[in-house]
Protein backbone atom coordinates (compact mmCIF):
# COMPACT_ATOMS: atom_id res chain seq x y z
CA UNK A 1 0.00 0.00 0.00
CA UNK A 2 1.78 3.20 -1.14
CA UNK A 3 1.68 6.32 1.58
CA UNK A 4 -2.11 7.75 1.65
CA UNK A 5 -1.60 11.47 1.24
CA UNK A 6 -4.78 12.47 2.72
CA UNK A 7 -2.12 12.10 5.99
CA UNK A 8 -1.07 15.28 5.33
CA UNK A 9 -2.62 17.50 8.35
CA UNK A 10 -3.53 14.41 10.18
CA UNK A 11 -2.66 14.73 14.41
CA UNK A 12 -1.77 12.03 16.91
CA UNK A 13 -2.63 12.04 20.22
CA UNK A 14 -0.23 13.43 22.75
CA UNK A 15 1.70 11.07 24.43
CA UNK A 16 2.51 10.07 27.80
CA UNK A 17 4.40 12.42 30.29
CA UNK A 18 8.19 12.29 29.75
CA UNK A 19 10.45 12.54 32.71
CA UNK A 20 14.06 13.62 31.94
CA UNK A 21 16.19 12.04 34.34
CA UNK A 22 19.49 12.57 34.77
CA UNK A 23 20.91 9.46 33.94
CA UNK A 24 19.38 9.44 30.73
CA UNK A 25 20.81 13.17 29.72
CA UNK A 26 23.94 11.43 30.68
CA UNK A 27 23.59 8.38 28.57
CA UNK A 28 22.21 10.22 25.66
CA UNK A 29 25.22 13.04 25.96
CA UNK A 30 27.89 9.76 26.16
CA UNK A 31 26.54 8.36 23.01
CA UNK A 32 26.18 11.08 21.20
CA UNK A 33 29.85 12.08 22.49
CA UNK A 34 28.40 15.64 23.85
CA UNK A 35 31.74 16.27 26.10
CA UNK A 36 30.66 19.67 27.93
CA UNK A 37 30.14 19.61 31.67
CA UNK A 38 26.39 21.16 30.99
CA UNK A 39 25.36 17.36 30.09
CA UNK A 40 27.01 15.42 32.52
CA UNK A 41 27.53 17.76 36.10
CA UNK A 42 24.64 19.39 37.49
CA UNK A 43 27.10 21.59 39.61
CA UNK A 44 28.16 22.75 36.27
CA UNK A 45 24.87 23.02 34.93
CA UNK A 46 23.57 25.06 38.41
CA UNK A 47 26.70 27.57 37.88
CA UNK A 48 25.63 28.31 33.92
CA UNK A 49 22.04 29.02 34.99
CA UNK A 50 20.13 25.49 34.43
CA UNK A 51 18.21 24.16 37.47
CA UNK A 52 20.31 20.85 36.48
CA UNK A 53 22.26 18.98 33.92
CA UNK A 54 21.31 20.28 30.33
CA UNK A 55 20.15 17.98 27.49
CA UNK A 56 22.20 17.41 23.84
CA UNK A 57 20.32 19.24 21.55
CA UNK A 58 18.84 16.27 19.84
CA UNK A 59 17.62 14.31 23.11
CA UNK A 60 14.16 15.52 21.92
CA UNK A 61 14.45 12.45 19.37
CA UNK A 62 13.50 10.15 22.55
CA UNK A 63 10.36 11.69 23.06
CA UNK A 64 9.78 12.10 18.86
CA UNK A 65 10.57 8.32 19.09
CA UNK A 66 7.33 8.19 20.58
CA UNK A 67 4.95 10.29 17.87
CA UNK A 68 6.73 8.30 15.20
CA UNK A 69 5.68 5.20 16.72
CA UNK A 70 2.42 5.99 16.52
CA UNK A 71 2.38 7.18 13.01
CA UNK A 72 4.15 3.49 11.85
CA UNK A 73 1.14 1.82 14.00
CA UNK A 74 -1.33 3.58 12.18
CA UNK A 75 -2.58 0.93 9.69
CA UNK A 76 -4.22 3.94 7.23
CA UNK A 77 -0.85 5.61 6.60
CA UNK A 78 0.64 3.48 5.01
CA UNK A 79 3.99 3.58 5.89
CA UNK A 80 5.94 0.36 5.66
CA UNK A 81 8.73 0.70 8.21
CA UNK A 82 10.68 -1.74 6.04
CA UNK A 83 10.95 0.65 2.99
CA UNK A 84 11.65 3.91 5.07
CA UNK A 85 14.98 6.07 5.35
CA UNK A 86 15.32 9.14 7.39
CA UNK A 87 15.92 11.76 5.11
CA UNK A 88 16.32 15.12 7.53
CA UNK A 89 16.02 15.71 11.24
CA UNK A 90 15.55 20.07 12.88
CA UNK A 91 15.11 20.88 16.33
CA UNK A 92 13.84 24.58 17.44
CA UNK A 93 14.01 25.33 20.87
CA UNK A 94 12.15 28.27 22.64
CA UNK A 95 14.32 26.65 26.36
CA UNK A 96 16.87 23.90 26.98
CA UNK A 97 15.59 20.73 28.09
CA UNK A 98 16.80 19.67 31.40
CA UNK A 99 16.68 16.63 34.41
CA UNK A 100 13.60 17.23 35.77
CA UNK A 101 11.60 18.05 33.27
CA UNK A 102 8.22 16.55 32.40
CA UNK A 103 7.22 16.82 28.84
CA UNK A 104 4.31 15.88 26.29
CA UNK A 105 4.50 15.37 22.65
CA UNK A 106 2.00 15.61 19.84
CA UNK A 107 2.55 15.13 16.07
CA UNK A 108 1.31 16.44 12.90
CA UNK A 109 1.94 15.36 9.91
CA UNK A 110 2.86 18.78 7.94
CA UNK A 111 3.60 17.31 4.48
CA UNK A 112 2.92 14.44 2.03
CA UNK A 113 4.86 14.49 -1.23
CA UNK A 114 5.73 11.78 -3.58
CA UNK A 115 8.74 12.75 -5.58
CA UNK A 116 10.08 9.89 -8.22
CA UNK A 117 8.07 7.37 -6.88
CA UNK A 118 9.04 7.78 -3.35
CA UNK A 119 6.94 9.65 -0.96
CA UNK A 120 8.20 11.91 1.37
CA UNK A 121 6.39 12.25 4.85
CA UNK A 122 7.31 15.43 7.24
CA UNK A 123 6.29 15.83 10.49
CA UNK A 124 6.32 18.51 13.11
CA UNK A 125 6.08 17.25 16.98
CA UNK A 126 5.57 20.09 19.07
CA UNK A 127 6.73 18.99 22.97
CA UNK A 128 5.61 20.95 25.61
CA UNK A 129 5.97 21.21 29.52
CA UNK A 130 2.85 20.13 31.86
CA UNK A 131 1.57 24.04 31.53
CA UNK A 132 1.92 23.63 27.94
CA UNK A 133 4.54 26.07 26.73
CA UNK A 134 6.51 24.84 24.24
CA UNK A 135 9.81 23.70 24.71
CA UNK A 136 10.63 22.45 21.12
CA UNK A 137 9.45 21.51 17.86
CA UNK A 138 11.08 18.51 16.75
CA UNK A 139 10.77 18.20 12.66
CA UNK A 140 11.36 15.17 11.12
CA UNK A 141 10.95 13.56 7.17
CA UNK A 142 11.22 10.14 6.40
CA UNK A 143 11.51 9.26 2.51
CA UNK A 144 9.49 5.85 1.91
CA UNK A 145 11.03 4.41 -1.24
CA UNK A 146 8.32 3.28 -3.73
CA UNK A 147 8.08 -0.23 -5.20
CA UNK A 148 11.71 -1.33 -7.01
Given amino acids: MP ?3 EL ?10 YLVGREKVR ?19 RAAGYS ?22 DGDAGVDFSRVVHGDQRFTYSRAIVAGDELV ?14 AMVTSATEITD ?13 VVRGDE
Fill in 105 to 118: ARMTVTSVKVLAGN
Fill in 27 to 45: EFARAVLATSPLHHDPDAA
Fill in 8 to 17: QGRSYPATAP
Fill in 130 to 142: PSGAHVVTSTSTL
Fill in 52 to 73: DVVAPPTFPIVLTDATLQQLLA
Fill in 3 to 5: VNP
